[in-house]
Every structure is written in C-alpha cells, then in structure tokens.
C-alpha cells in the first residue's frame, strides 16, 4: 500500500472518529490504532475504505464509553477541539468542513448514546446502507433502524441552524470583534441574537466562564470585558479563520502561543452562539 493510500485511510479514519469524540487527540489514537492493526494483518483488507471505517467506529464506541465519564466531571462547558482552517479555503475545503463538522452539530450528538451516534453519523453523513450498519456495529439492521430513528428524532429537534452567505457571516464577525475591543456595547448587542449564548471551554485549566452566558446584553459585556483585559496585557495577534466550518478567529500573545480560538453561528443576519476554547489540551494540535 502506497504512502497516498494510507494517507487517504487516515483521513478517513479521522473523519468517522472526529466525528464520534469531538475530540483531536482522541481521534488520533483510534486512527493509529486502527492503522497499527492494518499493518499487523496477515493480509490487506479488500475494500480498505470499509475497513478502515469499521475499526474507527468500533474503537471510537469503546473511546466515547469512556470520554462520556471524564465529561460528567468536566470544569464548565465542555466543547469540541476546534478545527482551524483558513479564513477563505478552497472548494475542497468547503466540502471537508461540512455542517456534520460544526461544533454546534457535534453538541448535539453529544447527547446521543455511543450507538446511537454511530449508526447515525454512518448512516446519515457517511450514507452507508442499514446492512452496512449493521455489520459494522454487529447489530441487526432492525435495530440500527431504531437507532437512527432515535438519533434523527432528536438532532432534528437540536439541529442547529446557519446563515447560507459566508461573505456576509465573515462581515458580521469582522463587526462583532472590532466593536470588542472598542467596548462598544450599544453595537454588540445590535449584533447579537436577542437569545444569544456564549460557551467558554477553559477546563479548569485556564480562566474561562464556568457557565453559558444567556442574553445579548450579558453576551456582550463579557466579550468587551474580557477584550479589555486582554488590552492591559497587551500583545495580542488576531488571525481571521474558519473554525470548523463557521466564521472564527484565534488569538496568539507576543510569544505566538495561542491564548485562545472563538468561533460563531450566524442565522438570520445575527450572531446567536459565541463558542470560545481555552482549555490548553484542546489547542495543543494547532
């Protein structure tokens, strides 16, 4: 097997086990893992693509079990590690950071069981058939019927929702961000949603709101307050960029660490999620 092709079968592990943990790190192990197994093989798999997707849901499964107890013990809310990307990608990038990849989304799968998420993600992201599904989580394809069901009933419910015109969204958060640092709150609150939300994800590893922030007006004193404290630090580089898939940018001090990355939903002409990731485990990979 050429070094493009196993390229391509770890981009496709990734893909399902990002996907499945919301997590970089954790997605990284079950994809070496997985790629350690397919070198072990007495022989190569016939389709490598199907292979490599069994074995990262199926690790992905066990890995959830286990994240989904670290999370009851978690410092405040908990968000998925941010996909970074340029702030203008090209079409293949478009289609790499599809809705599926938001971080709205992977919230909501969040509250989905690990099977449930499975047969969802496979079935509707993935667009395996039920027998596929089935064999890859080694159920009946009666059951991961019943599965998705489940699963689509309540993303359905959740299922964020996102201004079409990127142009326009990159604009709006251009806005939002100068009138921050200008601590312009008559101007934060016209662009934010009346019901607006923030999530800050410090982890108890660094300072970071230890619970959403409901309401425009509350919205916006935080982000000018916090801008402000940031000013007396001084030394800050802003970079404008997509966050997996949404307007976002990241904060780097004078030394080039990354302080932190924001990223918001836009729907209807306004900003109705503010998503900002401190916790320093989930900025490593950048």
Not at 61 to 77: F, K
Not at 94 to 123: D, I, K, M, N
Not at 239 to 261: C, F, K, M, S, Y
Request: glycine share 6%; charged share 30%.
């Amino acid at each position: 097997m050429s070094d493009d092709d196993l390229e391509a079968l770890r981009r496709r592990g990734f893909a399902v086990a990002y996907r499945m943990l919301g997590s970089v790190a954790d997605a990284e192990d079950v994809v070496q893992e997985a790629l350690l197994r397919l070198a072990r093989a007495p022989e190569a798999p016939d389709e490598p693509a199907a292979w490599i997707t069994t074995v990262a849901t199926r690790l992905s499964i066990d890995h959830l079990r286990l994240a989904r107890v670290r999370r009851e013990t978690y410092v405040g809310p908990w968000l998925p590690d941010p996909l970074v990307a340029d702030a203008a990608p090209g079409p293949g990038a478009r289609v790499e950071l599809a809705e599926s990849l938001s971080q709205a989304f992977l919230v909501v799968l969040e509250h989905l069981t690990p099977l449930e998420r499975a047969a969802f993600l496979l079935r509707e992201v993935f667009d395996y058939d039920y027998a596929a599904v089935a064999e890859i989580l080694g159920r009946s394809e009666a059951s991961c019927r019943q599965l998705v069901a489940r699963a689509r009933r309540h993303v359905h419910d959740e299922r964020p929702r996102f201004d079409a015109d990127d142009e326009q969204k990159q604009v709006l958060l251009e806005r939002f961000l100068a009138a921050a640092e200008d601590g312009d709150l008559a101007q934060l609150e016209r662009l934010l949603a009346d019901d607006a939300v923030l999530y800050s994800d410090g982890g108890g590893k660094a300072v970071a709101a230890l619970k959403p922030i409901f309401g425009a007006a509350k919205v916006a004193r935080f982000m000018a307050g916090t801008a402000r404290l940031r000013q007396k630090r001084g030394g800050f580089d802003l970079q404008l960029v997509h966050v997996n898939g949404q307007p976002g940018r990241v904060l780097r001090t004078e030394e080039q660490a990354i302080w932190d990355v924001l990223a918001v939903d836009v729907a209807d002409g306004r900003i109705t999620t503010v998503r900002i990731v401190r916790n320093p485990d989930k900025l490593a990979h950048l």
